[in-house]
Nanobody
């Protein structure tokens, strides 16, 4: 199983960016996909999640109403649209796949390599 994340970069506060994660190597129809983020010295934290088959979404309070998670079944991809970004959103963002939804990173079996997002003030 491979998860390939992309789309990070440098963005000004108040701006937008879109992260993508392409999944391959298995049937994800019974899975949950999620985005986490991590800054140096801190635990990897949950950002958003989505159920692959039923399209139910979940968000951390810190990103609710600013970030949107979505998936494209045909492309085996999950996306994170980040709007009105803030300096505190700066982190390495990881996509993950698991068999059930949880905010606990240990629930997830597969991880992408991470993509850096830097928000300048």
């Amino acid at each position: 199983v491979q998860l390939q994340a992309s789309g990070g970069g440098l963005v000004q506060a108040g701006g937008s960016l879109r992260l993508s994660c392409v999944a391959s190597g298995r049937d994800f129809s019974t899975s949950v996909m999620a985005w986490f983020r991590q800054v140096p010295g801190k635990e990897r934290e949950h950002v958003a999640g989505i159920t692959w088959s039923t399209n139910i979404t979940y968000y951390a309070n810190s990103v609710k109403d600013r970030f949107t998670i979505s998936r494209d079944v045909a492309k085996n991809s999950v996306y994170l649209q980040a709007n009105n970004v803030r300096p505190e959103d700066t982190a390495v963002y990881y996509c993950a796949a698991g068999s059930r939804y949880s905010e606990n990173r240990r629930t997830y079996d597969y991880w992408g390599q991470g993509t850096q997002v830097t928000v300048s003030s």
